[in-house]
């Protein structure tokens, strides 16, 4: 789909600083995927109370080991 915008030239720079896009087209649909991966992210605070661990587990014991 052809779309015309607008786009602030400063922000345009600094997301070309860090990002391997190369044109602004390759820009457009990395900072879309990118938003899509954010958004479609779980909060964690959303899964509070909805996993329950195997009995007997030991998460202290477990630090232990990794030191």
């Known amino acids: 789909m052809r779309t015309n915008i607008v786009i602030d030239d400063d922000l345009l720079e600094e997301a070309f600083a860090v990002s391997r896009s190369r044109t602004k087209k390759e820009l457009v649909h990395e900072a879309l995927r990118e938003l899509i991966r ?22 202290k014991q477990l630090r232990k080991m990794r030191g």
């Open 38 to 59: 954010l958004r479609r992210r779980k909060d964690l605070s959303e899964l509070a109370g909805s996993i329950e661990l195997h009995q007997g587990y030991d998460h």
